[in-house]
């Protein structure tokens, strides 16, 4: 919401190395080919609303998107050593029987969440303000959907202003899984 990030303290860092990262949330028309459109048609039925391929794809847990990551690293043309996880059932489980991905190789080529340090480098675009786009909290809504201006739901990903550096929905609409 306006006004309740401005007074958190900037601190400068370098990453070590070059990311990429998408330049919008990823939509239930890239999800549906990886699940089949499972995920999508429970949610449609469960809330009855049309998920459009235009919206966010939301109910997704942190394995589920490691697990996009490494069925999208191949289909980006990568090699088996370009994965930057562990294949899923080779791995430990915790308690609750989730794997643990106690190693991620972070510059090994392929497809992966970012870290919490990546994700607020992007964010910010080289800014130290207290938003991407500046420090004045009444234009939030020409660039981030939030519970003010959302009507309590996501909306299609890049319909607002992007970042100065392309980037669409950082602050708002729906969450981002970090690898960290």
Request: hydrophobic fraction near 30%; include cysteine.
């Amino acid at each position: 919401p306006p006004g309740t990030n401005r007074d958190l303290p900037f601190q400068e860092f370098e990453l070590g190395q070059t990311v990429a990262i998408a330049d919008r949330e990823l939509t239930w028309k890239q999800w549906s080919l990886f699940d089949q459109g499972f995920k999508r048609t429970n949610w449609t039925r469960q809330f009855k609303r049309n998920l459009t391929d235009n919206d966010p794809a939301f109910g997704i847990n942190w394995y589920e998107a490691v697990d996009f990551c490494r069925w999208l690293t191949p289909m980006m043309g990568l090699p088996e050593r370009a994965h930057c996880y562990d294949q899923r059932p080779n791995l430990p489980r915790d308690a609750d029987g989730q794997p643990r991905y106690e190693r991620v190789s972070l510059d090994a080529g392929g497809v992966r969440l970012p870290t919490s340090f990546e994700w607020e480098v992007a964010c910010r675009g080289g800014t130290t303000t207290g938003y991407p786009h500046g420090s004045d909290p009444g234009i939030l809504g020409a660039y981030s959907w939030y519970q003010d201006d959302s009507n309590e739901w996501s909306h299609p990903v890049a319909q607002l202003r992007p970042s100065h550096i392309g980037l669409y929905d950082m602050l708002g609409n729906l969450s981002e899984w970090c690898q960290d």
